[in-house]
Structure formats: C-alpha cells, structure tokens
C-alpha cells in the first residue's frame, strides 16, 4: 500500500484547524509541507510558525519539503517546529552529504528533492546517505501543475539503482499526482505519493484519500 501524504499547500488556509482534523480522520499517512523562499522557487508559501501549529494538530507524520536556498541554516528550526521528515533539494545544496548528516544528526529522517530536469544518475554517489527521494514531477513552487511523463522513467531508473544497492529508500512522487495516474506512478516503483489539488479540490477528500490508498 502507498504512503499518502497530502500536501496542505493546497489546503484552506483560513480554516487550517478544520483541514488537519480531515486529514486526521482520513487514512492520510503523512502531512507534505511545502516550505518555499522565494529564491530557489518564485513563490513563498509558508514556514516555521506554520508548521508548529500544525505540528499541534496531528500526530502524522510531518514531511518537510524545503524548496529554499542554505536549508542547512533552518535544519534545527524545522525540526524544533516539529518535521519529523526533512527534505532539501539538490540544486539548492553544495554540500549535500554535509546537509543530509545534519538533518539525520537533529533525530529526522532525510530526504533529497530533485528537479525535472536533473539525472537520477546524480545521486549515485549520496542515495546510501538518504531516506528518501522525491522526485519533482512539476516545476516546483505552484500546486495544481500537469504531471511530466517522463517522471514515470526517473522513478523506474532510481527503483533500480535503490534495489541495485539493496537500499530501503523510499521514492516520493510530488506534482500532479491524480487517481488516473497514480496507478502507472506505483507501478513504475514510487512508495510515497504527494496529492494537493486531487486531494483538497475533490467533492470528498476522505474519500479521495482512501482511493489513493486503496491503488
Ligand atoms: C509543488 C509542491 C507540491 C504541490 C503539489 O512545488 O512541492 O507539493 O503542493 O500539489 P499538486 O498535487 O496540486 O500538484
Ligand atoms: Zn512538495
């Protein structure tokens, strides 16, 4: 069975309380919370106070998605507001090896986020050191984007190089995830599907979420 992990990006943000309590209720694994600057994406969304409240409003797990520059900076912020999973990106990280000691050292699982347009092939070198890969299936820093096919070759490749190595690393799949193409995304190897518009848009969300987990 997938891990589904709604991404509040696309939640009310008015009524944050009452959309937690959803997610709480449903069979919803994990909260995605989409940190952005601004800088490493031309958007901002939200960050620390944010998540310490939601961090207050569910037991799930609370996956951070850093989409901001020298997020070796805010690692220990981050997870005094409560993630309990911790993902940088790539592009955005000289010393990659460094950040992902870091985040591991602070007690949260790591991740690495990886653009459309970069290699799986780049992570040959660090993908012992991660807990996760999610890979973008969208430009990040919007909700509510068209799913890149050409993802469903990046997770097939990294399947293989994770059991090629014998890792337990999950791959996450992030932007444009829908029940049409959810099932193709599980079958190429993802372990982890990110679902803001399909899940917060739908007439049911509940029902939405126990549908994705049902694939
Ligand atoms: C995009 C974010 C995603 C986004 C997904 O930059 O990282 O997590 O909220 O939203 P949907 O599922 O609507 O594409
Ligand atoms: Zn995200």
Same mark, same amino acid.
């Given at each position: 069975?997938?891990?589904?992990? %709604?991404?509040?990006?696309?939640?009310?943000?008015?009524? @944050?309380?009452?959309?937690c309590?959803?997610?709480?209720e449903?069979?919803? +694994?994990?909260?995605?919370?989409?940190?952005? +600057?601004?800088?490493?994406?031309?958007?901002?969304?939200?960050?620390?106070?944010?998540?310490?409240h939601?961090?207050?409003?569910?037991t799930?797990?609370?996956?951070?998605?850093?989409?901001?520059?020298?997020?070796?900076?805010?690692?220990?912020?981050?997870?005094?507001?409560?993630?309990? =999973?911790l993902? =940088?990106?790539?592009?955005?990280?000289?010393?990659?090896?460094?950040?992902?000691?870091?985040?591991?050292? @602070?007690?949260?699982?790591?991740?690495?986020?990886?653009?459309?347009?970069t290699?799986?092939?780049?992570? #040959?070198?660090?993908?012992?050191?991660a807990?996760l890969?999610?890979?973008? #299936?969208?430009?990040p820093?919007?909700?509510?984007?068209?799913?890149? %096919?050409?993802?469903?070759?990046?997770?097939?490749? @990294?399947?293989?190089?994770?059991?090629?190595?014998?890792?337990?690393?999950?791959?996450?799949i992030?932007?444009?995830?829908?029940? +049409?193409n959810? %099932?193709?995304?599980?079958?190429?190897?993802?372990?982890?599907l990110?679902?803001?518009?399909? =899940?917060?848009?739908?007439? +049911?969300?509940?029902a939405?979420?126990?549908?994705?987990?049902?694939?």
């Amino acid at each position: 069975m997938p891990i589904i992990a %709604p991404s509040l990006l696309s939640a009310d943000f008015l009524n @944050l309380q009452k959309d937690c309590a959803m997610l709480n209720e449903s069979q919803a +694994d994990w909260f995605h919370l989409d940190v952005m +600057d601004g800088r490493f994406v031309p958007n901002i969304s939200f960050g620390l106070p944010v998540i310490e409240h939601i961090r207050k409003a569910t037991t799930k797990i609370c996956d951070v998605h850093l989409m901001i520059e020298e997020p070796g900076l805010y690692a220990e912020a981050f997870k005094k507001a409560g993630a309990d =999973v911790l993902t =940088v990106h790539i592009e955005a990280c000289t010393h990659l090896h460094r950040n992902l000691q870091q985040i591991k050292s @602070l007690g949260m699982r790591a991740g690495i986020a990886v653009n459309p347009h970069t290699p799986v092939h780049l992570l #040959s070198d660090i993908l012992q050191e991660a807990d996760l890969v999610c890979l973008m #299936s969208v430009n990040p820093g919007f909700g509510g984007q068209q799913f890149i %096919p050409h993802t469903i070759d990046k997770i097939k490749t @990294l399947k293989k190089m994770i059991q090629d190595k014998n890792l337990a690393t999950l791959i996450e799949i992030d932007g444009g995830v829908t029940l +049409d193409n959810a %099932p193709a995304i599980l079958k190429a190897g993802a372990d982890v599907l990110v679902a803001g518009n399909t =899940v917060f848009k739908s007439a +049911d969300p509940i029902a939405t979420i126990a549908a994705l987990k049902a694939l």
